[in-house]
């Protein structure tokens, strides 16, 4: 799910850093992404494909990663309060 979240929300990530993340934007009000739709469209079509998804594998390793470490601090704090309850049936057919 985290990883689907990332491909998906990656060219807009890719946007906003790329209007928002100049130096000479110094605070977010100033930050003014374009006027609409077409607009922001247009500048990703602009830069194309291959640059909306730049930087995707890094930001995939890291998502991986945090999840990963989040089911370990789960599964650990699980088991220290033992709520290891019993595995439901699998009688339904879900």
């Known amino acids: 799910a985290g990883a689907a ?5 990656q060219p807009a990530d890719v946007l906003l850093t790329r209007i928002c993340g ?7 009000t100033q930050c003014v992404v374009a006027e609409g739709w077409r607009d922001q ?3 990703l079509f602009s830069i194309g494909l291959k640059e909306c ?15 990963s470490v989040q089911f370990l ?5 699980r088991r220290e309060l033992h709520c290891d309850g019993p595995v439901p049936d699998d009688s339904t057919g879900m």
């Open 5 to 9: 979240a990332a491909l998906i929300s």
């Open 73 to 77: 601090l789960y599964d650990c704090v």
């Open 22 to 28: 100049s130096s000479a934007v110094s605070e977010l």
């Open 53 to 67: 998804y730049s930087g995707l594998a890094p930001r995939l390793a890291m998502i991986s990663s945090m999840t």
């Open 41 to 43: 469209l247009s500048y």
